[in-house]
């Protein structure tokens, strides 16, 4: 079956510009899930859904950082003026029940100049 | 604050020995534990769990232990193989509250052949 798919795949914008990460998770998953993993770094959770809401924004790391869910599928994660330390790879997992094991897409490489 | 830490950035392990891999938590609310695989490129791919009310949970040749006193876990692959080589991170939850996954920085793992 088709696994959490994100796109662009790789996205390189100028500084001060608004970008658009998508992710599309699996049919039926419930929890939805943003991370990102800066350079040698772990993964840094930015924020959570159950459904089409939010419970969890805790990780957003300013208001630039924003994120909607829309039919219990596909979200967006929107990052507004970038900033060069934005530069990370943007990862979307997904679960089936609030609890359970986190499937990974592959990731948006966001790289800011 | 580095609430799950992989002291070790990097691991490498002949081929058909055991490769051991390590990580600590100071957080006493976590009471699951995950290890991921990540390959360049790709998401990471769920390995092996635990539960805080087991010690020991095995499959295949991989095997978590967990040692709650010392809040240490740790991954064995026995026998290692070549296909085993990718960044290994170790991942933290905490039932009540968040339903985030907490990560170390990762052990990148080498198997020689």
């Known amino acids: 079956g088709a696994g959490v798919s994100q796109s662009p795949s790789n996205k390189v914008t100028e500084k001060g510009k608004d970008v658009e990460l998508r992710c599309d998770p699996i049919?039926?998953?419930?929890?939805l899930y943003w991370y990102r993993q800066r350079l040698g770094q772990g993964l840094e959770f930015l924020i959570y859904?159950?459904?089409?809401?939010?419970?969890?924004k805790s990780g957003l790391p300013s208001d630039r950082f924003s994120a909607e869910r829309t039919g219990e599928s596909v979200s967006t994660l929107t990052i507004q003026r970038t900033q060069q330390e934005d530069s990370a790879v943007y990862l979307c997992?997904?679960?089936?029940?609030?609890?359970?094991?986190?499937?990974f897409g592959p990731g948006t490489r966001l790289t800011v100049l | 604050d580095q609430q799950v830490k992989q002291n070790s950035p990097s691991l490498s392990v002949q081929e058909g020995r055991i490769s051991i891999l390590n990580c600590d938590y100071t957080?006493?609310?976590?009471?699951?534990f995950l290890w991921y695989k990540k390959y360049p490129a790709e998401g990471p791919t769920f390995l092996i769990s635990?539960?805080?009310?087991?010690d020991k949970n095995e499959d295949g040749r991989f095997t978590v232990f967990l040692n709650k006193s010392a809040k240490h876990l740790s991954l064995h692959i026995v026998p290692s193989q070549p296909g085993d080589s990718a960044v290994y991170f170790c991942?933290?939850?905490?039932?009540?509250?968040?339903?985030?996954?907490?990560f170390g920085q990762g052990t990148r793992l080498t198997i020689n052949p």
């Open positions: 957080n006493s609310m976590f009471d699951y």
């Open positions: 991942a933290a939850r905490a039932f009540q509250g968040a339903q985030k996954l907490v």
């Open positions: 859904f159950q459904g089409n809401s939010a419970p969890d």
């Open positions: 049919s039926g998953h419930t929890a």
């Open positions: 997992a997904s679960s089936q029940q609030r609890y359970n094991e986190q499937f």
């Open positions: 635990i539960s805080s009310i087991k």
